[in-house]
T-cell receptor, first 114, second 112 residues
Framework: AAGVIQSPRHLIKEKRETATLKCYPI?????VYWYQQGPGQDPQFLIS???????DKGSIPDRFSAQQFSDYHSELNMSSLELGDSALYFC?????????????FGQGTRLTVV | KQEVTQIPAALSVPEGENLVLNCSFT??????LQWFRQDPGKGLTSLLL?????REQTSGRLNASLDKSSGRSTLYIAASQPGDSATYLC???????????FGQGTTLQVKP
């Protein structure tokens, strides 16, 4: 069965650079969530989209932006990168946008800022 | 504000033991609760999903229970194996937008 696909799997950027992370949800899933997991930390919710509209917002810095496209894939854009942005970034998807459905996670993108 | 706590933070057991991981949450108004497994530096693998109306779910050697009124869930692992060594995270879905709130995880080591 198709899973959530994230690209790239690994990314190394320098401070003040820009990074774009991509997420391709499971087919027919209309809701996408982004999470950030710092070293030794639990995943923290950043932002979510339902039917291409932002549905919820968490602790996402103003330097970050995201969107969901017509094919339901999502991109997380990160600008003016800081050392503290180094983390695992997970995307998850679910169907119908209903809270009771199961969230399926991608393998994550490991971002290292040097 | 919903908070999720997992106890213990770390656990080391000999192979073959049965064990229980605990998860508690402060607000009982949840939609569901998921248990995940995470190997070091890897992704999140969903183990079990318990809807708010359910009391337990089972998958192989894993059994998860949910007591929503007391804000508690347990993950029971039977006959532990070294391959079970990983970090186990519980997460509650407490918003109608579907976002998950995670606990800090329990890091399990099963010794051969």
């Amino acid at each position: 069965a198709a899973g959530v696909i994230q690209s790239p799997r690994h990314l190394i950027k320098e401070k003040r650079e820009t990074a774009t992370l991509k997420c391709y949800p499971i087919p027919r899933h209309d809701t996408v969530y982004w999470y950030q997991q710092g070293p030794g930390q639990d995943p923290q919710f950043l932002i979510s989209f339902y039917e291409k509209m932002q549905s919820d917002k968490g602790s996402i810095p103003d330097r970050f932006s995201a969107q969901q496209f017509s094919d339901y894939h999502s991109e997380l854009n990160m600008s003016s990168l800081e050392l503290g942005d180094s983390a695992l970034y997970f995307c998850a998807s679910s169907s119908t946008g209903h809270a009771a459905t199961e969230a399926f996670f991608g393998q994550g993108t490991r971002l290292t800022v040097v | 504000k919903q908070e999720v706590t997992q106890i213990p933070a770390a656990l080391s057991v000999p192979e073959g033991e049965n064990l229980v991981l605990n998860c508690s949450f402060t607000d009982s108004a949840i939609y569901n609760l998921q248990w995940f497994r995470q190997d070091p530096g890897k992704g999140l693998t969903s183990l079990l999903l318990i809807q708010s109306s359910q009391r337990e779910q089972t998958s192989g050697r894993l059994n998860a229970s949910l007591d929503k009124s007391s804000g508690r869930s347990t993950l029971y692992i039977a006959a532990s194996q070294p391959g079970d060594s990983a970090t186990y995270l519980c997460a509650v879905k407490a918003s109608n937008t579907g976002k998950l709130i995670f606990g800090q995880g329990t890091t399990l080591q099963v010794k051969p």
